[in-house]
């Protein structure tokens, strides 16, 4: 993930967690949390 990739997430789930919208932003979390799992299942 780049920085920018990385600040566009972190920024999403701030305005989510700003707006108490708390299940969008965990949903989010959740989803960036898998995909970074793939991604080091790859380089393995």
Known sequence: MTRLELLTVLLSI???????NKDKALELINEVIS????QVNKAE
Do not use: Q, R, V
């Open 35 to 38: 995909e970074a799992k793939k």
């Open 14 to 20: 701030k305005a989510l967690l700003e707006s108490d």
